[in-house]
C-alpha cells in the first residue's frame, strides 16, 4: 500500500533545515510550506501585532506575508536564512502598514500587549512565558515602555522587535533591513537610547507619584 503513496507523504519536514524545505516548495512540494506556516505563523502574527497593536490587522498582516512567501517561492535563493527572508517580507508590510495609518491612529492609545478578543488572552503565544508576560502587562511600567516603542520611526521599531523579542543578533537583523552590521548596532543603539530618554522622565514622574 506505502509503495503508491505520494512521496510528500513520507517526508518528516522536521528533519529539514527551512531552507532545505523552502528549496523543495519552490520545486512544487506544497505540503512543505504548510509545514513553515504552521511553525512561524505564530511568530510573524506576535511581531506584526507588535507593530501595528491591533489583533485583526496582524492576523491579516501575517495572512498576506505568507501569501507572498508563496507567491515569491520560485525566487527564493538559500544564500539567506529562511528567516532573514520571512522576516523582511513582514518588516516591509509592517514598515509601510505603520506608516499608512500613522495620523490615523495618533489619538489612540491602545496597549501593545491588548488581549486577544477572541481568546482573551496576549497574542505573544509565541513567547515560552506567556504567564510571565501576563504579568508583565499588568505592570504599568511595561506599558510605557511598549508606548514609547510604538512611537520609535517604523524600521527602528522592527529593529527592537526583532532584537528584542524575536532574539535575532545584529548581523540577522541587518539581512533583514538590508543594513551592514555596524549600521544596524547605531540604528538599534540610536532606538535604546530614545527608549531611555523618554522612560527616563516616566520613571522620574512614577517616583514622584509616591
Request: proline content about 3%.
Amino acid at each position: 500500500m506505502g509503495s503508491h503513496a505520494h512521496p510528500t507523504a513520507m517526508v518528516d519536514w522536521s528533519t529539514l533545515s527551512d531552507a532545505e524545505i523552502m528549496l523543495r516548495v519552490s520545486a512544487g512540494e506544497d505540503a512543505g510550506f504548510t509545514y513553515l506556516l504552521e511553525k512561524y505563523r505564530r511568530p510573524i502574527v506576535s511581531f506584526m501585532f507588535r507593530m501595528v497593536r491591533n489583533q485583526a490587522v496582524a492576523e491579516e498582516l501575517a495572512q498576506e506575508v505568507f501569501l507572498r512567501v508563496y507567491r515569491s517561492r520560485e525566487s527564493y535563493r538559500a544564500e539567506a536564512k529562511f528567516t532573514t527572508w520571512l522576516y523582511r517580507i513582514a518588516t516591509n508590510l509592517g514598515v509601510n502598514y505603520a506608516r499608512d495609518t500613522r495620523y490615523e491612529r495618533a489619538a489612540q492609545n491602545i496597549y501593545l500587549d491588548q488581549p486577544d478578543p477572541e481568546t482573551g488572552t496576549t497574542p505573544d503565544v509565541a513567547d515560552s512565558r506567556p504567564t510571565i508576560e501576563l504579568e508583565m502587562v499588568k505592570d504599568e511600567r511595561m506599558n510605557a515602555i511598549r508606548q514609547h516603542v510604538l512611537a520609535l520611526p517604523e524600521r527602528q521599531r522592527a529593529a527592537v522587535l526583532m532584537h528584542k523579542y524575536q532574539g535575532m543578533d545584529y548581523k540577522q537583523i541587518g539581512e533583514v533591513l538590508k543594513l551592514s552590521e555596524s549600521a544596524t548596532k547605531s540604528l538599534l543603539f540610536r532606538a535604546y537610547q530614545t527608549l531611555r530618554e523618554r522612560l527616563k522622565d516616566f520613571v522620574a514622574k512614577d517616583e514622584s507619584d509616591k
